[in-house]
């Protein structure tokens, strides 16, 4: 058997893939982004980030599971997801 992946599912549930991850999350801040991220890379190289991150197979599974996108590394899908917020918290108040 190959190399075996920790992937987070729609429910927060880690379940072993065959494939990795596409995208990277922080567990308790639950905001997820690209592997790439600099954020990520830099919050990486200083060790506390380790412990909480997860990963997903892919965007969808990510929000389905309650993550919101990196500003950094996802400005637009941030963009997008700050103004839906920001527009329900609008319609709350009346």
């Known amino acids: 058997m190959g190399k075996m992946f920790k992937l987070m599912g729609a429910d927060r549930r880690v379940y072993e893939s065959a494939v990795p991850g596409t995208y990277g999350g ?39 599971a309650g993550f919101r996108p990196c500003a950094v590394c996802l400005p637009q899908d941030y963009r997008r997801w700050r103004d839906a917020r920001d527009a329900e918290k609008g319609a709350a108040r009346r």
């Open 26 to 64: 922080h567990r308790q801040t639950k905001v997820y982004g690209r592997l790439d991220c600099a954020a990520a890379l830099r919050a990486l190289a200083r060790g506390g980030y380790v412990p909480h991150r997860v990963f997903f197979a892919d965007e969808a599974t990510a929000i389905a």
